[in-house]
């Protein structure tokens, strides 16, 4: 009968709630607080992800912005390389900074970011077949690939292609 079972709290007891409802609401409140700080974890280490993913690109724009703008090949020459007494800043055609590999990464000035001592750029530059675009002892194309990486780990990259033109 609903009268019996209403009676058989007390008074007193009707409104507060049992050891066993409050035992259940803290474990309700202890699980919401554990996803709760797992999301806060999650969103933290996918914004560290898209600060390094930014970080990387700018690196790489940097190298693009050095070596895009040069010449294909040393006017006169046909060293595929630096040419002899070359320095870093001397570097003047694309092949020159074939195989360079920068740690830390160079500003657009080539001199060393030192804050960024955990970061290293890479530039391949490699002469490939107009057809295939595989790797090639002499062609008129270059393929230049860019790398930034972070504690050895590669974080952003680019290459593309640049033909010789006529002059060159
Ligand atoms: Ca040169
Ligand atoms: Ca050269």
């Known amino acids: ?4 079972a209403a009676t058989r709290r007390g008074p007193r007891e009707r409104g507060f709630f049992t050891f066993i409802e409050m035992l259940l609401a803290t474990l309700v409140l202890a699980l919401a607080a554990t996803a709760t700080a797992y999301w806060v974890e999650t969103v933290n280490g996918l914004s560290m992800d898209a600060d390094e993913q930014t970080v990387g690109q700018s690196l790489v724009k940097v190298m693009e912005g050095i ?3 040069l010449a294909f090949r040393e006017p006169g020459g046909m060293n595929f390389g630096p040419e ?4 870093l800043g001397d570097y003047d055609d694309l092949d020159d900074f ?3 590999m920068a740690s830390p990464p160079l500003d657009f000035q ?3 970011q030192a804050t960024l001592a955990e970061w290293s750029v890479a530039i391949v530059v490699e002469p490939v077949d107009p057809e295939t675009l595989q790797v090639t ?3 008129d194309l270059r393929r230049v690939r ?3 990486e972070r504690k050895g780990r590669t974080v ?6 640049r033909a010789r033109a006529p002059a060159e």
Request: charged share 10%; hydrophobic share 45%.
């Open 1 to 4: 009968m609903p009268a019996l």
């Open 67 to 69: 070596v895009a703008p």
């Open 84 to 87: 002899p007494g070359e320095q």
């Open 98 to 100: 074939h195989g360079l």
């Open 110 to 112: 080539r001199q060393p």
């Open 137 to 139: 002892a002499t062609s």
């Open 146 to 148: 860019v790398t930034a």
């Open 156 to 161: 952003a990259e680019s290459w593309w292609l």
